[in-house]
């Protein structure tokens, strides 16, 4: 019986690994969203949830008493020392249920999973998985997107692209770059290709 092996998809705010992540269900890899996990791990009452108000306060929560994401975004994206808070607190937990995710899709069988994750080499989780795809868009294709799918200004993503690492740091860290500059189409064939490499290779695994 073989053993599953992990792909870890990111890239940068606004370059499509989501999309990417889609392709890849469609062939029925199940997939695992890190940054949604996150927002699970600070629930209201969460140990994750009182960090952040301890660290941050109540004017980062909702009138429910949730966090309010985007309150703590604007506490966070412009102060580096915020994020490192707010990633040490998060960061852990989220790991925990991602890994936990993974055991179940294991005990089910799976061959192939893949985890999608913003922070992924920030975040040090390279030995989670077998390999790394690095999803790039090009700056103005990125705004055009945020502008257009989250409705946020050129000033607002800015801000956010600025708080991440860059795409160029993150290619160290990848085994394969998709660049998302052109057309669906495109972006389908390369990730089918990359898909097609898989089922023919066996690495072993990072360590």
Known sequence: MLLMRVIG?????GSGKSTVCHMLERRGCPVIDADMQAHET???????????????????????GEVDRTALGRRVFGDAAAREQLNALVHPA???????L??????????????EATLFVEA????????IWLVASQEALVLDRLRRDRHQTGAESKSRIAAQMSAIEKMEHADDIIYNDGSLEELEA????LWQDLSTTREPPRG
């Open 42 to 64: 600070y629930r209201k009452g969460t140990t994750v949830w009182r960090g952040i108000l301890s660290t941050f306060g109540p004017e980062v929560l909702g009138p429910d």
């Open 190 to 193: 390369r990730v089918e290709q």
């Open 102 to 115: 993974l055991a179940g899709f294991r005990r089910q069988g799976y061959e192939w999973a893949a985890v």
């Open 124 to 131: 040090g989780w390279q030995r989670m998985v077998d390999t």
């Open 94 to 100: 989220t790991k925990r249920r991602v890994q936990q």
């Open 9 to 13: 998809v990111t890239g940068n705010i």
